[in-house]
């Protein structure tokens, strides 16, 4: 099993900074992406970005390209995701996403990201 754990979630105003991490533990050595996910409220879960275990292989989503940066410490041990310029569309619950080779995939609980304006 792959375990995830999401942290840094919080309230800001438009204009402002968080940054997400995520730890993983367990069978970390069949994870070979990671990546973070949002969902708004009342809204399906949509993909933010993806990076490869060794640090490659980035992809964003086009509404956070520019804004958001996700990097790893290519121990396959924490995933971030540091999000500036946040917008109040940013608001929503972000989930920390690990897939295995084979094709499973695996969630975090989620933290609550909350942007006013």
């Known amino acids: 099993q792959v375990q995830l754990v999401e942290s840094g979630g919080g309230s800001v105003q438009a204009g402002g900074s968080l940054r997400l991490s995520c730890a993983i533990s367990g069978r970390t050595l069949s994870v070979y992406v990671m990546g973070w996910w949002r969902q708004a409220p009342g809204k399906e879960r949509d993909f933010v970005a993806q990076?490869?275990?060794?640090?490659?292989?980035?992809v964003y989503a086009d509404s956070v390209k520019g804004r958001f940066t996700i990097d790893t410490d290519n121990r396959v041990s924490t995933v971030s995701l540091q999000m500036n310029s946040l917008i109040p569309e940013d608001t929503a619950v972000y989930y920390c996403?690990?897939?295995?080779?084979?094709?499973?995939?695996?969630w975090g609980e989620g933290t609550l990201v909350t942007v006013s304006s």
């Open positions: 996403s690990a897939y295995e080779y084979g094709g499973t995939q695996h």
């Open positions: 990076i490869n275990r060794g640090g490659g292989g980035t």
